[in-house]
């Protein structure tokens, strides 16, 4: 009988490339559309839900753009397309710390104008009491 002094790697080092490909692929759909926000700090910031995720985001970043649903929008726009939504829809606002306040009162402003009071805004929790 034949004794086997080795082991061939190969078909083992093809599979490992090919998770690492899926991993990869994967990896980079999840990271893409994300909107670079710092958000502020507050207390009582709750962790995000899953429903969270299925409401209608607009985005300020630091340079006080305007993002709807991940596309960027000017105010009046905004207004426009707010029409369109039915006052039942969630909002979800992520707005950077560093904004100016009358941005952010201008997208709350068009909201209640709109009827959609039915908003959260996104903080998270700080380490101060």
Do not use: C
């Not at 090919?18 to 502020?40: K, Y």
């Not at 904004?99 to 009162?105: D, E, L, N, P």
């Amino acid at each position: 009988m034949k004794r086997f002094d080795q082991i061939n790697v190969i078909p083992f080092i093809d599979i490992m490339l090919v998770l690492l490909a899926i991993v990869l692929t994967t990896a980079t759909f999840i990271s893409q559309g994300l909107i670079e926000v710092n958000l502020p700090e507050a207390s009582s910031a709750e962790p995000l839900q899953e429903t969270d995720l299925k409401n209608l985001e607009i985005t300020i970043n630091s340079d006080n753009e305007i993002f709807l649903a991940g596309k960027r929008v000017d105010p009046q726009n905004l207004s426009q397309a707010l029409q369109k939504i039915q006052a039942e829809r969630p909002v979800t606002l992520r707005v950077d710390k560093q904004v100016m306040f009358k941005h952010f009162v201008k997208v709350i402003d068009l909201l209640k104008r709109n009827n959609l009071e039915q908003f959260s805004i996104v903080t998270i929790e700080s380490n101060e009491q």
